[in-house]
T-cell receptor
């Protein structure tokens, strides 16, 4: 059974520092891994999607890496801003028939960037 | 191209009533997924549907919950005889295709926040 873990559960940094968010998963049989942002009381915004054959994806200040064999992904946010304050979720889509189509989510990392 | 549309955004029901949550996927998307986020918990998969078919309902409670995605119209998540424990945010996501295809990115709606009083 796939288990997705995100560490740390919460993180507070001063503005300008780089953020490093970790995600680990127990079953490497995945199609892809997706990072989302969720603001309080809001929906999920997709940030980056990494296919299982890829090592990393970049979008602006965001960079996500994937090491499928070791079951890890890291989301880096450069030069953090107060507007980056949110909960960040990672989710994997598995290839096994009993996980087909599902996204398995971690519990999230709650980030606060202080001015 | 509008995103995934869910309505209502907020829904209040008394115990024992029925709740109907609607989800219109993005244009061109034929795969719909429902997830539930209980207070202080992560998102949990409930059901995966394609047009007129339930593909995987392994996350759906066995009683009172049902889902459909008809040929025409939105996907509906229906909760009969709601109880306080059903209070949660219900999110719908859609994707274009499954399988070894780059277009398997899931896009989420804003959610429906159900409160049972």
């Amino acid at each position: 059974k796939q288990e997705v873990t995100q560490i740390p559960a919460a993180l507070s940094v001063p503005e300008g520092e780089n953020l490093v968010l970790n995600c680990s998963f127990t079953d490497s049989a995945i199609y892809n891994l997706q990072w989302f942002r969720q603001d309080p009381g809001k929906g999920l915004t997709s940030l980056l999607l990494i296919q299982s054959s890829q090592r990393e994806q970049t979008s602006g200040r965001l960079n996500a890496s994937l090491d499928k064999s070791s079951g890890r992904s890291t989301l880096y946010i450069a030069a953090s801003q107060p507007g980056d304050s949110a909960t960040y979720l990672c989710a994997v889509r598995g290839t096994r028939t009993d996980s087909w189509g599902k996204l398995q989510f971690g519990a999230g990392t709650q980030v606060v960037v202080t001015p | 191209n509008a995103g995934v549309m869910q309505n209502p955004r907020h829904l209040v029901r008394r115990r024992g009533q029925e709740a109907r949550l609607r989800c219109s996927p993005m244009k061109g998307h034929s795969h719909v997924y429902w997830y539930r986020q209980l207070p202080e918990e992560g998102l949990k998969f409930m059901v995966y549907l394609q047009k007129e078919n339930i593909i995987d309902e392994s996350g759906m409670p066995k009683e009172r919950f049902s889902a459909e995605f008809p040929k025409e119209g939105p996907s509906i998540l229906r909760i009969q005889q709601v109880v306080r424990g059903d209070s949660a945010a219900y999110f719908c996501a859609s994707s274009q295709r499954q399988g070894l295809d780059v277009n398997t990115e899931a896009f989420f709606g804003q959610g429906t926040r159900l409160t049972v009083v």
